[in-house]
């Protein structure tokens, strides 16, 4: 498979609990997104790297909130001390940025969190 | 400022109808429109864009949508709708000079046998 993999698909964790979730984008995308999508929403932006480098975050994205994305490969998300309103389905995406112009995002499955 | 509306929560076809799903947008520059489908429990999954050129784009499975920029619209379109069509469906913008994407709220098409 040769999409963008997330990973797990899905996570419960009791509130105050940390969790990290993982995104591998399409391998030759030097763009990754990390959006979130709560019940009867549309996807929300929360960051974006540009390679390794992380160029912008979302306000949505708290303090407790935190992305990586070492080498320009993979990313990780990760939640501290997370709270009922993390819940949400949380979606990575990918695109490849050319000097005229970027490919349309590929999206992952997503990883349903679920806070109890 | 980006944003995208759906004025439609649910849409009800039967099999054959033909199926519209309405979008319009709001960008301070050019704009970069997306239609992506939803199943239960995945991902988003891309099905056409329009950029430049051709104000009538063709992408995935039949579907197409018409750019009108007078309107500021970016209908969906599918001539003769199947079960199989029945999913979320979201439209999105981003300016041309910009990255990430604003979403509709997204919405629900029932085909109907």
């Known amino acids: 498979d040769t999409g963008v993999s997330q990973d797990p698909r899905h996570k419960i964790t009791k509130r105050g609990q940390n969790v990290t979730f993982r995104c591998d984008p399409i391998s030759e995308h030097n763009r990754l997104y990390w959006y979130r999508q709560t019940l009867g929403q549309g996807p929300e932006f929360l960051t974006y790297?540009?390679?390794?480098?992380?160029?912008?975050k979302s306000r949505l994205l708290s303090d407790r909130f935190s992305a990586e994305r070492p080498k320009g490969s993979f990313s990780t998300l990760e939640i501290q001390r997370t709270e009922q309103g993390d819940s949400a389905m949380y979606l990575c995406?990918?695109?490849?940025?050319?000097?005229?112009?970027?490919?349309?995002?590929?999206f992952g499955q997503g990883t349903r969190l679920t806070v109890v | 400022a980006q944003s995208v509306a759906q004025p439609e929560d649910q849409v009800n076809v039967a099999e054959g109808n033909p199926l519209t799903v309405k979008c319009t947008y709001s960008v301070s520059g050019n704009p970069y429109l997306f239609w992506y489908v939803q199943y239960p429990n995945r991902g988003l999954q891309f099905l056409l864009k329009?950029?430049?050129?051709?104000?009538l784009v063709k992408g995935s499975y039949g579907f197409e949508a018409e750019f009108n920029k007078s309107q500021t619209s970016f209908h969906l379109k599918k001539p003769s709708a199947l079960v199989s069509d029945s999913a979320l469906y979201f439209c999105a913008v981003r300016d041309s000079g910009d990255y990430k994407l604003s979403f509709g709220a997204g919405t629900t098409v029932t085909v109907r046998a």
């Open positions: 995406a990918s695109s490849f940025q050319t000097g005229t112009g970027s490919t349309e995002a590929f």
């Open positions: 790297f540009q390679n390794e480098a992380q160029l912008e």
């Open positions: 329009y950029i430049t050129g051709d104000n």
